[in-house]
């Protein structure tokens, strides 16, 4: 990747993680028990639908 393209996302990502930061942009998430690791990784993998990211609670 050349210096302008780097440039360009990081100017994307730097414009996204401010939408977050101010509440204007979400994503479904779901906390899950570190006890159901393998269910929440089978769910992050797309093995059972779409599904919300995974966050695991220890």
């Not at 990747?1 to 994307?12: F, G, Q, V």
Request: negative net charge; aromatic residues 8%; glycine residues 6%.
């Amino acid at each position: 990747m050349n210096s302008d393209k780097s440039e360009e996302c990081r100017t994307m990502i730097d414009y996204l993680l401010g939408l977050v930061h101010e509440g204007k942009l979400k994503y479904e998430m779901e906390l899950t028990p570190f006890s159901e690791f393998n269910m929440a990784l089978d769910k992050a993998l797309g093995k059972h639908g779409s599904q919300p990211k995974q966050v695991l609670r220890f």
